[in-house]
């Protein structure tokens, strides 16, 4: 069984340019959520995809965006960066969006903005 | 907006001490992940608890789930460097997303 991947590992981006993020469901799962940790915190719910529709969205700016595609693997996309956009971003995959919600996460990719 | 406040922050112990982390809440999850995350990492699912009352035992840590819902705890006993981590609660808010805590960064001192 393959777990979640995540590319690129670590990535460096200037205030104002855009980023893509991607991600590799593990294999059976067909929900991915995306994450940000922040430094010293907790993750943060971005949004989930559910068969290649959003299916839930937290509380981040419409410049963040994202994809599911037919395979299940998922992009989030970050417009106009800001230097607070600096984080850990994870992504989650589970079966369904039925209970008991449990998400197996990627290693993240790590952005830092300049 | 559920919000789970973890406590302590921060805890630093010797190898072979017992140990409990909070997890509070006002606010009543459907169930409650217990997650352990190592530097450079994403989080490690350790368990799910689904049942008000719910006791569930790994090894050496013992999770249980509040009668009403809102809170949680992890106790390790005779704690080991290994344990070094952070720990993470997190309740499931409907179907889409888990809500974190903020963690409890561990250090077990040999």
């Known amino acids: 069984e393959t777990g979640v991947t995540q590319s690129p590992t670590h990535l460096i981006k200037t205030r104002g340019q855009q980023v893509t993020l991607r991600c590799s469901s593990q294999s059976g799962h067909n929900t991915v959520s995306w994450y940000q940790q922040a430094l010293g915190q907790g993750p943060q719910f971005i949004f989930q995809y559910y068969r290649e529709e959003e299916n839930g969205r937290g509380n981040f700016p419409p410049r963040f965006s994202g994809l599911q595609f037919p ?14 956009d600096s984080a850990l971003y994870l992504c989650a995959s589970s079966l369904d969006v039925g209970g008991p919600y449990e998400q197996y996460f990627g290693p993240g990719t790590r952005l830092t903005v300049t | 907006t559920q919000l789970l406040e973890q406590s302590p922050q921060f805890l630093s112990i010797q ?28 989080p490690v699912l350790l368990v799910t608890v689904v049942t008000g009352g719910e006791v569930k035992k790994l090894k050496r840590l013992t999770f249980q789930f509040g009668d009403a819902r809102k809170d949680s705890s992890l106790h ?9 981590g952070l720990y993470l609660c997190a309740g499931a808010a409907g179907a889409q997303k888990l809500v974190f805590g903020q963690g409890t960064r561990l250090t077990i001192n040999p």
Not at chain 2, 16 to 34: A, D, K, M, R
């Open chain 2, 15 to 42: 190898e072979g001490e017992n140990l409990t982390v909070y997890c509070n809440s006002s606010s009543v999850f459907s169930s409650l992940q217990w997650y352990r995350q190592e530097p450079g990492e994403g």
């Open chain 2, 76 to 84: 390790i006993t005779a704690a080991q460097p290994g344990d070094t």
């Open chain 1, 71 to 84: 395979n299940y693997s998922s992009e989030l996309n970050v417009n106009a960066l800001e230097l607070d």
